[in-house]
């Protein structure tokens, strides 16, 4: 873990917005040409469905993912999806903070960052329209085109909750479903709260689909386990349409010598950027507390 103090900028306005785009950034050693208009097209319908390329060149390539309506008051539309032309990559905007935060390259970030110089950009456009589940599926079906149309990808940093994921790692994964999006798309973060024994881990990543990310506050506990369980409280919120309740709780097992259930409270909180329900915060019942 590391030991470097961070303070909260309550004044960022470039934290990601509920149902903001799903924002990929593919790095390279080398620059990468966009593949051919075909290949693209049947990579995409492989993965997706049913597609439409709208435009293709050196610059952009957009697909409409027809299987995949966008409902609006004066009408609908296909969810699109976009990849842009490559272009050099200089790191701008990787401050010690986000990278501390990275906790699935920890060994690999520093070096994946001083050697790859290129990107590739991607993105879903009007999918905040859809059903959380179904934009879930789509971009992960989406990430798996993308690391199958570069084989040279090095890196997939994903803008809506700071994930770095090794491009290796993207393609060998053996998820189901809608997981692939808590696995791409969901990044749980930990914090020792200075001057203090408590510890928080949170959920970035679940606003995207407009469904409340977690906060856990607790001592005394190995992180690790609160970790494993911020990832299948964020599954079981994104496969229930997120029927947690505020002021109900939520069950857990301690792992250890002497396993032991602890019940977690549940409330809805303000955060700097929300979804409509919030953020549900997640404290410690008082059993697991050591309170009696």
């Not at 050099?88 to 010690?96: I, L, N, Q, R, S």
């Not at 589940?133 to 085109?145: G, K, P």
């Not at 199958?148 to 491009?167: D, H, I, R, S, T």
Request: aromatic letters at 10%; proline letters at 5%.
């Amino acid at each position: 873990m590391s030991d470097e103090v961070f303070q909260q900028n309550l004044d960022d306005k470039n934290v990601p917005r509920p149902g903001g785009p799903y924002l990929i950034q593919m790095l390279f050693k080398e620059p990468a040409a966009m593949p051919e208009k075909e290949s693209m097209t049947a990579v995409m319908e492989k993965h997706i469905g049913p597609v439409e390329c709208f435009c293709h060149d050196k610059k952009t390539a957009g697909f409409a993912a027809l299987e995949h309506i966008a409902e609006f008051k004066d009408g609908r539309a296909p969810v699109q999806l976009m990849v842009m032309g490559c272009c050099k990559f200089k790191g701008k905007g990787f401050d010690a903070f986000l990278m501390s935060q990275m906790w699935d390259c920890r060994e690999d970030r520093e070096r994946i960052f001083r050697e790859c110089r290129y990107q590739v950009v991607a993105t879903d456009m009007l999918a905040a329209a859809l059903p959380a589940l179904e934009r879930a599926n789509l971009d992960a079906d989406f990430v798996e085109a993308l690391a199958e149309l570069y084989p040279a990808c090095q890196a997939f940093y994903f803008q809506n909750c700071g994930k770095l994921l090794l491009a290796e790692d993207v393609r060998a994964h053996q998820i189901k479903g809608p997981d692939r999006f808590i696995r791409f798309g969901v990044n749980v973060r930990f914090f020792n709260i200075q001057g203090t024994t408590d510890m928080l881990i949170d959920t970035v990543g679940m606003g995207t689909l407009f469904l409340p990310d977690l906060q856990y506050h607790f001592h005394g506990m190995d992180p690790n386990w609160v970790v494993n369980h911020a990832y299948n409280a964020a599954s079981y919120i994104l496969a229930n349409d997120n029927p947690i309740e505020d002021g109900e709780t939520i069950d857990g097992i301690v792992a250890g010598q002497m396993s032991r259930e602890i019940q977690w409270q549940c409330r809805y909180e303000d955060a700097l950027i929300q979804p409509p329900r919030g953020v549900v915060d997640i404290h410690m019942g008082e059993y697991a507390s050591g309170k009696r």
